[in-house]
Every structure is written in C-alpha cells, then in structure tokens.
C-alpha cells in the first residue's frame, strides 16, 4: 500500500494572470491567490475528517518557492495549525524555464523560435534554453515519492503534478502536459488513483 499525497498547488500569481512562465522565479500570491491558499486549507481539512485522519498528526511538505511555502503557510493557519511547522523538499521545485521564464507564449516563440518549435512537438523532452524538460523533473518528483513513507499533505506546482501523474502512471506523457492543474482545490493520489476535490 502506497502514501496517500494530498496534493496542493499554489494559489495564484500575477504572472498566472499575465501568462507568464514562473519556473524557478519567486513570485508572490495575489489577493485572491491567498483566498485560494485558504480555501484548499479548507477542503483538505473536511477531507481528512471524512478520512478519519489528524492534520497535526501528518508531514507537511512544500516546494521551497516562496509562492508555494506562502499556500502552505495559509493551508496549514485554515487548519488551525502552527503556520511555520512544515517541511522543504527541494526535489518538489517548479520546472524551470531557463531564458523563457517571465516570458509569455508569443514571447517565447519570439524569443527561440526553433526551441519553440521543437518544444510544440514534443514538450515533454525538450527543455527551455538553460531549463529543465519534463522527462528531467519526472525523475526528481519520482525520487521524491520514493522517499514518503506515510501519508503526507504537499503544496507544490503544476509542472511538478504533472510529472508525477506520469512518474505513477495516471497519465500519458501528452495527457499530462495538456492537463490543466487547478487551484483552490486539492488533489488526492491514493490507491493507484487521482481525485480532485474542490
């Protein structure tokens, strides 16, 4: 029997609004990306009371990018919980984008236009100029599953959810990279499944 992962991303940015490719790039919650943070704090906590479960008797992990670690810090003040309590995996970091972060699409394509094309048809393989690809975060998100031993809350990005759908199987490579991967919800990996709850 594998952990349960309740699994959150962080609330939104002004890049998300923007189209802005964050990658390694600390940017902070907006006001309403803080409402999400506190919502998916919510969610969780009526999930694990259906569960049976203690929030406090659970790890806590998160990303060690600030707009991460800020939704944690909000997920775990709904739980009523000591906000600061809450390990760092560095293994859970967004993809990086490399020269593309803080680019949008059409500046992206401006930017390296071959890159980009090449990218448009295999994603999932080719990285950003001086970034990560997928297959590269798959493994780290695979090691870092590898090393939970118990059923863990996780706050971390949509491109590290993405490959850790595909490092467990829940999806294609091109499924995952299509997937839109919300927030203000949680997303639950249990028993070779995936649930999202909002």
Known sequence: MR???????????GWNVEGRFQG???????????SQAAASGEILGRLL???GRLASALPFVSSPLGRARSTMELVRGALKLPVAEYAIDERLREI??????GLTVPEMQ?????????RAVNKWSVAAPAGESYASVTLRVRAWFDSVT???VTVAH?????????????????????????????????DGGLQKYS
């Open 3 to 13: 952990s349960t992962i309740y699994y959150i991303r962080h609330g939104q940015t």
């Open 24 to 34: 390694s790039k600390d940017i902070p919650l907006n006001q309403f990306g803080r």
């Open 49 to 51: 009371a259906q569960d």
């Open 96 to 101: 990086g984008f490399g020269h593309w972060e």
């Open 110 to 118: 401006a930017n390296d236009a071959v890159t980009f094309a090449a």
């Open 150 to 152: 118990t059923d863990t």
């Open 158 to 190: 949509g491109g590290t959810m993405r490959a850790l759908m595909v490092a467990l199987g829940l999806a294609t490579e091109l499924e995952a990279v299509e997937s839109r991967i919300g927030q203000g919800v949680v997303y639950v990996f249990r």
